[in-house]
């Protein structure tokens, strides 16, 4: 079956480029989720939305980055200007509404800024 | 807020071992905790999880991890490791909104499965 699908998997981009990575949630799923995951570290909580609504965006790490969701389905994470600390492997997830915990994630897409 | 902690980044066993996988979390409300599993290459899959309920909870793939309050700990256990248990495994626990507010992550175990 259809699982969450992230584009592009690679992306490599000069130093203050702006980037676009794209999360194709499963169908159904209302809630999305967005998280970094740095070289040797775990995963840090970005973003949540809920149907097309992210009603806390204080997890995002500066306001370089936004994101939104068209409805329930595609949402995109976008870094402005972007820098070399913005290198690492941007996870996307989806759930059933209320239902705790059990997030499907996505291949992630790896981001590198040179 | 929340925060978990991994015991060793890296983990090594001999394949027939017990595998044990430490995690500890401090929460400020009644925690839902998790256990990912990442395979080279591959997203996040859950492994087991805990809500309510029986404090001992089983997994895919033979794994189980005990829920122990007075411990704050939440170990993930397999009585015998197999050579495709090697990938990096993730404690997490969510916050007190449930799902709503994504999952807090340790920082990973690599398990390394000796022949």
């Known amino acids: 079956g259809a699982g969450v699908s992230q584009s592009p998997s690679n992306k490599v981009t000069e130093k203050g480029k702006d980037v676009e990575l794209r999360c194709d949630p499963i169908?159904?799923?209302?809630?999305l989720y967005w998280y970094r995951q740095r070289l040797g570290q775990g995963l840090e909580f970005l973003i949540y939305f809920q149907g097309n609504s992210a009603p806390d965006k204080s997890g995002l790490p500066s306001d370089r980055f936004s994101a939104e969701r068209t409805g329930e389905s595609v949402s995109t994470l976008t870094i402005q200007r972007t820098q070399q600390e913005d290198s690492a492997v941007y996870l996307c997830?989806?759930?059933?509404?209320?239902?705790?915990?059990?997030?499907?994630f996505g291949p992630g897409t790896r981001l590198t800024v040179t | 807020a929340q925060s978990v902690t991994q015991l060793g980044s890296h983990v090594s066993v001999s394949e027939g071992a017990l595998v044990l996988l430490r995690c500890n979390y401090s929460s400020s409300v009644p925690p839902y905790l998790f256990w990912y599993v990442q395979y080279p290459n591959q997203g996040l899959q859950l492994l087991l999880k805990?809500?309510?309920?029986?404090?001992l909870v089983k997994g895919i793939n033979g794994f189980e991890a005990e829920f122990k309050k007075s411990e704050t700990s939440f170990h993930l256990t397999k009585p015998s490791a197999h050579m495709s248990d090697a990938a990096e495994y993730f404690c997490?626990?969510?916050?007190?909104?449930?799902?709503?507010?994504?999952?807090?992550f340790g920082k990973g175990t690599h398990l390394i499965i000796q022949p």
């Open positions: 997830a989806s759930s059933l509404e209320g239902y705790v915990g059990e997030q499907y």
């Open positions: 997490a626990v969510s916050g007190p909104g449930g799902g709503a507010d994504g999952l807090t």
């Open positions: 805990y809500t309510t309920g029986a404090t």
């Open positions: 169908s159904g799923h209302t809630a």
